[in-house]
Structures are given as C-alpha cells and as structure tokens.
C-alpha cells in the first residue's frame, strides 16, 4: 500500500497497481501535450528528479517545435541573470554598453524551465509572473531602459517534499496545469505521444477555438465550486479547455475538454470538493473524500472549534475564511452545477496534489528566503559583504571618463587599469539576518483557562501588535488536554495571526511537555530558515499529562522537564510567563529547566510582557531564571 | 559578440519611437472593461482628477485585477500639454519647471508645447536604483567619455503616475527613496560631479498582497487613498470578469475598440471634473464634520483630514455637486482613513469596518 499511487485504494493487487501506473503516465503524458500545444498555460510539476521524470521532460522537448527555445533556470539565479544587464567584460572591452540578454527574455516563444521550483525566490518569482502578465521584461538597470518581447511558457519542476516546500504562490497561481507524476510509470503504457508536427497542427487550430458562453459558465461555477478564488484560473482552465479541443481537433469545446480542465487545472487545487451525488456504491474513490473534507470544515466555521494542527491549511482555505460571503455562495452554487459532471469529477476525484504545497506557499516560500542574498545596493563594505560583480559593473561606465579626469590632472602617472570609487561599491543585501520569530506556546487547560486565559490572550495580542511593528514573526500553538495544536504557522501576516487567536479554544488537561516540544519543533524549523527564534511560554506550569498522553502528575512533571532541557539543549531562548493566580513554584522550576526569563503575570502588565520580549535574549539562552 | 551587439544596439540607445513599437505590442486592457471593482476605480479617478491626494495603495487576493485597474488608467487619462524637455514640464508652472527649460526662458526662447499621454510608468521588481533615480548616460561615457546625466524613472513619471506591483517586495530603501521623492516633488541626484536636481511630481500607486506580507505602518500613511479589493463572489460577476479576459486575450485590439466609446465618457468625465474642481465649495460645516470623524478614529495627524477632504472635493467635482457635503465624506472615509488607523489586533474586525462604524455613529449624531 505505502508504494501505491495516491488513487489507488486497492493497492494489495499488484496488477492494480501496474495499470494504476499506466494510466498516470496517461495522464501526464496528456498534461504534457496539452502544455506543448500552449505553453502559456503554464505547468507545475510535482515530481523528484528521477527516470520518469527525464521520460516526461524527453517527451516534451520531443513535441516541441524545433528551434523554440528551451530554457532552464536554475535555482537562485540572480535577478540580473534573469532580466539582462550590462555585459561587463564585453561593454569594457569594446567601450561600448553591451546588454547581456536575460533568461527571461531569451525563452521568448518557448519555455522556461525552473527547476526546484519549490526553492525559488519570491523576487524570482515576481519577475516571472510579471513576464506572463505582461508578455514582456521591462529592465530598468545598470542604466538600461528596455523592453524586450518575453511570451514564455513556465514549466515549474516542483520537488518539494514538506508540506510547507512549495513554489511561491505567485508564480503557482499563473500556472495552470498542476500534475504529479507520483505513481506514474512510463513502462507498459501505449502513451499518446504526438510528434511536433502534429502539435503545430494543434496550435494552428488553437487560434480558431473559441469557449462558447456556457463553456465559461460551466468553469467558473466549477471553480467556485472547488473553493478557487482566483479569477486567474478560470481562465487557465478556459485555456487548457480550448488546447484540449485543438488537440482532438475541434473548433469548439466539448464537454470532454471541460473536464479534461477541470481536472488538470482546477482539481489540483481545489480548496473546498463539492458535496457528490448521492451513490456512495458507485464512488470509487470514497476513501479519498474525507481525508480532504473534514478539514475544509474545520477551517470554514472558526470559532469554537479548533482548528486541527493541520500544517497543511491553504491560502486559499485562509481566504475563504476572511470572507464568509466565499462559503455560501459556493454552496448555492453547487446547484447549479451539472450532476453528470459532477459524476464524473468524483469518478476522478484524487487528492489535490501536494495538498500543503497548494496553499501557503506565500508566506512559507518567503520565508525560506530570508537570510541569503536578497539583492545589492549601494554601501559601506566593511559593513556588508562586497559585491564585486556589481561594483566592476556600476564602476565600467565611468572608465573612460576618470582614465581622462585622471590624466588631466596627473598626467605623470601610470594609467590605471581600473578606476574604482567608493560610489561604485555595492554591498550585498541579507535579509532577516536581524529577523526574529516569536513562537507563543499558550497553556489553554481548564486550570490556566479558567483564572487567565483571557488576560493571556491579551498578553499575546499586545505581544503581536509590538512584533506587527518591528516585523517579527509570529507563530501560535495551543496545548490542551492530550495533545498540542499548532495554531499558527509561522507568519508576518497580521491578519492571520489575529484569526488564529480569537479561535483559541480552552479547556481540557495540562499536557506542558507536549506543548513544549510542539514549540520546539517551530523554533528549530525557525532556526534552520536562519532566523532567531523565542519561545514564549504561558502556563501556570500545572502539567498533567504526560507525553504519552497519559494523566498522572508526576510523568507529566518530569515530561515537561525534559522538553524544557531539550530546548535549552538547542539553544533556543525561552520567556516564561506565568498564568498562575499566584507566581508559582511549578512555573518558575520549568523556566528555570528552559534556562528561561520568568515573568508572573500578575505583575505581567501587557507593556511589561512585550518589553520582555523585546528584550529577551535572542540565542543561546543564558538568561538566568527567577526574575522577579 | 557581434551579434549580441547588433541585436542589442538599438534597446541600448533606444528613442522613444523605438519603445513606442514594443508598448504598442501589448495593449492595455479598457478600463471602462473591468467588472466591478468601483472602490479601486473611484480610488483612481480621484487621483486622476487630483494627484495632490498622495498616492494610492491597492492591496487584495490575487487574480483581483489590480494591476489590470492602474495599468488602464493610462488609457482614460486625458491628455497634457508639456514642454519639450525630459521631464515634460509643464508650460503652466514656469515656477516649477526644470533647468533645461529655465535657461529657454531666460534665453527668451518661445517654449514649444506638446500634447502628451500622461505618463503611467511600471516601476518593475528588479529595478535598480541608478534607474529610478537616473543616472550617467552609458553610451556617452563608455564611447566618447562624457559625463551626461540620463534621467530615470521617476523623470519620466513626473506628472503622472508611478505604479509598483508588489509593493510589499520591494526592497526597503527603494520605497523610502520613492516616498521620499514623492513627497518632496523633486529628486536629487548627488554622484561624482553628476550634481542635479529637477521635479518630480507624481502619484504614487502600490499594490500587493497582504498575506505576502504586510507594508511597514509607517508607510501606509503616507499613500493618500487605500482601497482592499476582493475576489468577486458572485458567479454571474466572475463569469462576465473571464469571458471579457478571454475576449480581450483573443483579439485585445478588436476588444478595446468596443469600449473606446465608454473609455471615453470615462475620459471626459475626469476632465470634466478637473475644471470644476476648483469651483466646488467647502463648507465649514463639512470641514468639522471631517475633523469629528478624525478625532472619533483617533487618527494621528492632519494628513488624513486634509487628505479625506481633498478626495471628497474631487469626487463633487466628479459628480457634479457644487459643494463638499456629508454623503461625499462618508463615501470615502474608508479609503481615506482607514490605513492610518493604529493597528488593533484586538479589534477583529477590519480598519475599514472600524472607520464605517464611526461614519454611521457621526451620522446619528
């Protein structure tokens, strides 16, 4: 079962399993000329580097017309490599500005290939998703003014494997087809493979295909059916649609290129799957259903609910929480949508592909990137890294007219062969090196609820206003009775944090060293992003159940003493702030294990509990505990 | 290398006809097009009718059209008269005018002026700072080493508009630099013997996603208007909002010709507007209403008043009412205060649900 493609449930039977894999290959092989015929469609493709993945990518440039161009970009690719600037050696040599073309421009008319996309840059990104927009680059640099055609097709080869690796959602949300390759096998499959000639036949045709009214209609309610916000991917859909009539072709949309869009666009991303009709027998995938269902209705009514630790909430799952209108109008609309299309999505119903990766890229993307380098500017290099590409390039204008100034003015001496001044030094730009992530582990048990809960809550949504404006990073977990839920993964978002926080649940046992670890857990993920991260802990330090989940005070006092060493182990600075009515004995032992700052709250006036965490030490943790 | 350079050589020196081909390649989407979306909009032609206002701020889901809204304001905006410089001055503020056409007119020379699209500039991601601010020529210095000053972006958006998409991306010492100059109108160029300075007046339009991350609070005040805008939800909208995209992607000349005569009415309306705006009267009585609505929201400063009451004189204008009145401010309180409300995460719902209670209790009052 654990080798089994996703869809299929019968995994035992080997030869299930065999035609499973066959017909995914199908399938992707079918993505694939769906891209080749309009690669403005764009493709992201869930897949580990491995044979078949380079089977796919050989199909590809096989389809593509000759002499299109096929470029890759590689990860952390430099924004002046990708939009072009000044050719440094070349304008030198020749004395003359020579533009140094850009990736992006240079896959005009054909594809642009990113490859671990999941680890692109925000800004690289951007500039993508600019080029798609617009059909062009605009490079505005190393004193170049210029436009340059740039209608690119973006093939995104996605490896992530966490949940929270995806490509930025930026560039994700102007790709339109979404496909993973995961169980999908190249042997035994008769593929449908098409050689260019019949792809530009394809493209031909492509130009005389028209969506009629009710083809738009039936994509844009299917889309709000899934729970799809953007407006953007309908009209991918609309255009995978017509690519897939060109394909078979026909001029206008049949009902087979809609659902052929609908499950290669909207499908993979969908938030919210569409209440089936009822015929539980004949659902082949009923397994699947739940495991994405749930969720959605979790997310959907906040407040008494918690939601579940799911690190794979979604963007878009987030949107539709901040408008309640979302959720009720997709509901009328499933009305609206034809039973036998329904039918036959839920006969193809699979999982939404790399369901984590679907969703908060955005902020997670962002945040992979902080702390490399993010950019130049001009500076003192004594307090930044030197850029000395930059430098020779802001510096290569000017040659000519300092070897002149030079030669007026001391005629006597050699000529120098570079003339540098310190307004030419660019230093390189790091980002969030100074960045900071406060993690909130709240205790949300009945015995800390009941007296404090709400003067703890008030606590941490000072604590966020303060790290609103000093743009900190914030992430949330709740611990109560047996278990510990992260609330909130870690985010610069404001208006998330403040959701997560007014559905803070309560009640329940004291499970503190879970708590703890959960914390921990977020503080190393933190870490290893290269930012500083605290631990803020709320209790009153009563725990109660242990890490086996087991009620018992003793274990779960030792539990949580353990937890409170490993996170000293790891260096992680730790504030204790004590829920109790009184300061207690309990709290101050596990500051004291955390190598903690202690606060009481009663003495813990909101402004006292932010300048502690202003001030707590960031690092090592060597605080001493018992502050009082 | 050859090659390289023939191909490059005309982008390098680039004139304007040269770039006019490529613009043309890629036509705008019709403003008077876009389904939806009146906040932004209004937002805009506010701005378009006074670009005293200070800037606009859009920020929203993505897939929202924002950058389709400011990218077709080029389109509906009427056009200037400008004198033949680099900056495009214009021949009605000698005052204002930059050195080039000074020395024309102390040199008594007849100052020539040319009807021009007002500028609506891209400032794209990955713009350096030589480029926005303008820097030395490079074909001058590299062939004949001459040190002349080539002018930047922010010349070429003088007097008209500057747009950033991803605001929130924008490196930090690129939007202090542009709010900077934004507020100054003039930007000064300060490099090894390229000493100048010349204005630059223009309207500052950002846009983002929030959930990318949020725009520093202490630049949100400084944009006159914000606006949130949000996926329509309802399905007729977002129907006719893909068949117009797939129409406009299909035959985008075809498609903006069907709404040449609407953009028009939209044009004229705005130039309309110009003319009246300065005969639109206001009231002492809507001056303390707005200051009211200030104190109520505990905005720091005047900039918001003088800003919520600038926008409100356009849009009389834009409607055609002789005075400010009650109904005009409260339309626009939310664009005009809300960003400059102290961030309250205890308050769950939004700023500009906050700024709409306050505008319902001052009414009740």
Redesign the interface.
């Known amino acids: 079962m654990n080798r089994a493609p996703p869809a299929a449930n019968d995994g035992g039977h080997l030869q299930n399993d065999i035609i499973d894999a066959a017909a995914l290959w199908s399938e992707a092989v079918f993505a694939l000329t769906l891209f080749a015929v309009d690669p403005g469609i764009g493709l992201r493709l869930a897949a580990r580097a491995g044979p078949v993945r380079q089977e796919w990518l050989r199909r590809l440039r096989a389809m593509l017309p000759e002499g299109e161009p096929f470029r890759k970009m590689p990860t952390g690719v430099a924004?002046a490599a990708?939009?072009g600037g000044?050719?440094l050696a070349?304008?030198l040599e020749?004395?003359?500005?020579?533009?140094?073309?850009g990736l992006i421009a240079s896959a005009d008319g054909g594809v642009l290939c990113a490859a671990m996309a999941e680890r692109m840059g925000?800004?690289a990104a951007?500039?993508l998703a600019?080029a798609l927009?617009?059909?062009?680059?605009?490079?505005?640099?190393?004193?170049?003014?210029?436009?340059?055609?740039a209608r690119i097709g973006v093939l995104a080869l996605d490896e992530g494997m966490e949940p929270d690796e995806a490509p930025p959602?930026?560039l994700c949300?102007r790709l339109g087809l979404w496909l993973s390759l995961e169980g999908a096998d190249p042997r035994g499959s008769d593929d449908l493979g098409l050689d260019a000639d019949e792809i530009a036949a394809a493209r031909r045709l492509l130009a005389v295909v028209?969506?009629d009214?009710a083809a738009?209609?039936t994509?844009?309610?299917a889309?709000?059916a899934f729970g799809i916000?953007?407006?953007?991917?309908?009209?991918l859909a609309?255009r995978a649609a017509a690519a897939s009539a060109a394909l078979a072709g026909r001029d206008r949309l049949s009902e087979s290129d809609l659902e052929t869009a609908i499950r290669l666009v909207l499908l993979p991303r969908a938030v919210t799957m569409p209440p089936m009709p009822d015929e539980p027998d004949e659902e082949p995938e009923s397994n699947e259903a739940p495991d994405t269902a749930p969720d959605e209705e979790d997310g959907g009514q906040m407040p008494e609910d918690p939601p579940p630790p799911e690190p794979e909430a979604s963007?878009e799952h987030?949107?539709a929480d901040l408008?309640p209108?979302?959720d009720t109008?997709v509901e009328t609309?499933d009305a609206?949508l034809p039973a036998d299309l329904l039918k036959a999505l839920a006969a193809m119903a699979r999982p939404p592909m790399n369901r984590a990766g679907a969703g908060r890229k955005?902020?997670f993307a962002?945040r992979a990137r902080r702390g490399r380098a993010?950019?130049t500017?001009?500076g003192d290099p004594r307090r930044e890294r030197l850029d000395l590409i930059a430098t020779l390039r802001?510096a290569?204008?000017?040659?000519?007219?300092r070897?002149?100034e030079r030669a007026e003015r001391t005629p006597d001496l050699l000529q120098r062969v570079l003339e540098i001044?310190s307004?030419d030094i660019r230093i390189r730009?790091h980002r969030g090196k100074s960045e900071t992530a406060t993690i909130f582990a709240v205790d949300a048990s009945g015995s800390a609820a009941l007296a404090r809960l709400a003067e703890a809550k008030?606590a941490v949504?000072?604590i966020?206003?303060e790290c609103?404006?000093r743009?900190d990073r914030v992430a949330l977990v709740a611990f109560r009775g047996t278990k510990a839920d992260v609330l909130l993964t870690e985010t610069?978002?404001?208006?998330?944090?403040?959701r997560s926080?007014?559905a803070l649940p309560a009640g329940g046992g004291t499970p503190l060293a879970t708590g703890i670890l959960a914390a921990l857990d977020l503080a190393r993920a933190s870490a290893r992003e290269g930012r500083t991260p605290l631990i803020t802990l709320l209790t009153d330090g009563r725990a109660n159940i242990a890490l086996s989940g087991a009620a018992g005070r003793p274990q779960a006092i030792a539990d949580a003493r353990d937890a409170a060493k490993a996170v000293r182990a790891s260096g992680i600075a730790a504030l204790v702030i004590d829920l109790a009515q009184r300061p207690s004995e309990q709290a101050r032992e596990i500051a004291a294990a955390l190598g903690a700052t202690y606060l009481a709250l009663p003495r813990a006036d909101s402004k006292a509990v932010s300048d502690a965490v202003a001030a707590a030490p960031r690092g090592p943790a060597v605080a001493p505990a018992g502050r009082r | 290398m050859t090659l390289t350079l023939s191909f490059w050589r005309d982008s390098v020196f680039s004139r304007p006809s040269k770039l006019g081909s490529l613009t043309a390649m890629r036509i705008a989407f019709p403003f008077a097009a876009i389904v939806g979306q009146d906040q932004m909009k209004l937002a805009l032609s506010i701005a378009a009718v006074d670009p005293s206002i200070g800037g606009v701020l859009v920020f929203g889901d993505r897939g929202t059209g924002k950058s389709t809204a400011v990218r077709a304001l080029a389109a509906v905006l009427p056009q200037m008269a400008g004198a033949d410089c680099p900056y495009h001055c214009d021949p009605a503020r000698p005052d204002e005018a930059c050195e080039i056409c000074r020395s024309r007119q102390k040199g008594k020379r007849a100052q020539k002026a040319v009807a021009l699209p007002v500028p609506v500039v891209d400032l794209p991601l990955g713009a350096t700072e030589d480029r926005i601010v303008g820097s030395l020529d490079l074909e001058r210095a590299l062939s004949a080493g001459e040190k002349r000053f080539e002018p930047g972006l922010l010349a070429k958006a003088h007097r008209g508009f500057l747009y950033i998409d991803e605001i929130n991306l924008l490196e930090d010492h690129l939007v202090d630099l542009l709010l900077d100059v934004a507020a100054s109108g003039e930007n000064v160029v300060e490099r090894e013997g390229l000493s100048l300075r010349h204005p630059a007046r223009f309207v500052l339009i950002g846009s983002g996603n929030p959930e990318e991350g949020e725009l520093r609070p202490q630049l949100l005040d400084r944009f006159g208007l914000s606006v949130e805008v949000k996926t329509p939800t309802d399905l007729k909208t977002r129907i006719t909002v893909v068949k117009r995209r797939d129409a406009f992607e299909r035959d985008p000349a075809g498609f903006t010709a069907t709404y040449a005569a609407e953009n028009a009415a939209v044009r004229d309306a705005i130039l309309a507007a110009r003319n009246r705006l300065g005969g639109v009267a206001v009231p002492d009585e809507t001056l303390e209403k707005a200051a009211q609505l200030s104190i109520r929201l505990g905005t720091d400063g005047l900039r918001g008043e003088l800003t919520l009451m600038r926008a409100a004189r356009a849009l009389a204008a834009l409607q055609g009412d002789g005075a400010v009145l009650w109904p005009h401010l409260a339309s626009l309180a939310p664009l005009a205060l809300s960003h400059r409300l102290r961030r309250d995460p205890l308050d769950e719902a939004g700023s500009a649900t906050r700024v709409e209670r306050a505008v319902g209790e001052l009414e009740a009052a």
């Open positions: 924004e990708l939009l000044l050719d070349a304008s020749t004395g003359q500005p020579v533009l140094e073309k925000e800004q951007g500039l600019l927009d617009r059909g062009m680059v605009t490079i505005e640099r190393d004193g170049i003014s210029r436009q340059a055609p959602a930026a949300e028209r969506p009214e738009i209609a994509i844009c309610q889309a709000m916000v953007s407006l953007r991917v309908p009209s609309l963007d987030d949107t408008e209108t979302e109008a609309t609206a955005g902020a962002a993010v950019g500017r001009p802001a290569a204008p000017w040659q000519p007219i070897r002149k001044r307004s730009r008030g949504e000072r966020l206003a609103y404006v743009r610069k978002s404001l208006t998330r944090a403040k926080l007014a």
